[in-house]
T-cell receptor
Framework: DAGVIQSPRHEVTEMGQEVTLRCKPI?????LFWYRQTMMRGLELLIY????????DSGMPEDRFSAKMPNASFSTLKIQPSEPRDSAVYFC???????????FGPGTRLTVL | AQTVTQSQPEMSVQEAETVTLSCTYD???????LFWYKQPPSRQMILVIR??????QNATENRFSVNFQKAAKSFSLKISDSQLGDAAMYFC?????????????FGGGTRVLVKP
C-alpha cells in the first residue's frame, strides 16, 4: 500500500489567497484526521471524519478553515483567506476502526507570506 | 480535557547507550491508550509503541520499551542501544477508549540527539 498521500508537499502563498490541501487515505480506512503542527502549539487535531462524515471539528481555528470528504478516498482542507499565522505543517492521518493505529501522511508545509 | 506533558525539550545520548524520555498525562478516564511517535527530519510521524491502559504489562518493541505507571499517570519511553537513526523528535500521545474519543492528544515533544 502507498500509505497516506498528501499534496502538495510544500505550498507558498501570499496572504489573502485561497489554499487547498489534499489527502488520500489508505484504502479501506474509515477514519480520516487533519492535524496541524506549529512550534507554538505543537500537534493539534483540527477535524476528523468517520465514513466521510465530519465527527469533531472543534479544533478548526475559525471560519476561514473548512474541510470536506466527498468520498472515501479523498479529503480537502481549505483555508480562505489565508493569513501568515496559518503557516504550519498540516498532516493527514487515517485509521481502520476507532481503536487502531493512525497512519500519518508526509505532511504539507504551508508558508503564508 | 486531557493534557499530555513532556518536560524534557531535548535529550542527548551516546551511541549504544540508553536514554529515557518522560511523559505525564492528565485524565479522569480509566480506559485509554498511550502512544509514542517518532518524527525524524523527514517529518513523517511513525508509531514507535503503544500501551493499553487496562494492561499492567509494559509494552516493548525491540529496543524500545515503556514504563507505564497508571496511578502516577506516567508513561516513559526507554530507548536501549541507541543508534544514529534514533535521532528525531519523539511525541507522547493519549487517546480515549470511549467510542467518540478517537482523537490523539499530543505532548510538546522531546528532541533526541545521538552522539557517535
Amino acid at each position: 500500500d502507498a500509505g497516506v498521500i498528501q499534496s502538495p508537499r510544500h505550498e507558498v502563498t501570499e496572504m489573502g489567497q485561497e489554499v487547498t490541501l489534499r489527502c488520500k487515505p489508505i484504502s479501506g480506512h474509515d477514519y480520516l484526521f487533519w492535524y496541524r503542527q506549529t512550534m507554538m502549539r505543537g500537534l493539534e487535531l483540527l477535524i476528523y471524519f468517520n465514513n466521510n462524515v465530519p465527527i469533531d471539528d472543534s479544533g478548526m481555528p475559525e471560519d476561514r478553515f473548512s474541510a470536506k470528504m466527498p468520498n472515501a478516498s479523498f479529503s480537502t482542507l481549505k483555508i480562505q483567506p489565508s493569513e501568515p499565522r496559518d503557516s504550519a505543517v498540516y498532516f493527514c492521518a487515517s485509521s481502520s476502526g476507532s481503536y487502531n493505529e493512525q497512519f500519518f501522511g508526509p505532511g504539507t508545509r504551508l508558508t503564508v507570506l | 480535557a486531557q493534557t499530555v506533558t513532556q518536560s524534557q525539550p531535548e535529550m542527548s545520548v551516546q551511541e549504544a547507550e540508553t536514554v529515557t524520555l518522560s511523559c505525564t498525562y492528565d485524565t479522569s478516564e480509566s480506559d485509554y491508550y498511550l502512544f509514542w511517535y517518532k518524527q525524524p527530519p523527514s517529518r513523517q510521524m511513525i508509531l514507535v509503541i503503544r500501551q493499553e491502559a487496562y494492561k499492567q504489562q509494559n509494552a516493548t518493541e525491540n529496543r524500545f520499551s515503556v514504563n507505564f505507571q497508571k496511578a502516577a499517570k506516567s508513561f516513559s519511553l526507554k530507548i536501549s542501544d541507541s543508534q544514529l537513526g534514533d535521532a528525531a523528535m519523539y511525541f507522547c500521545a493519549y487517546r480515549s477508549a470511549m467510542a467518540a474519543g478517537n482523537k490523539l492528544t499530543f505532548g510538546g515533544g522531546t528532541r533526541v540527539l545521538v552522539k557517535p
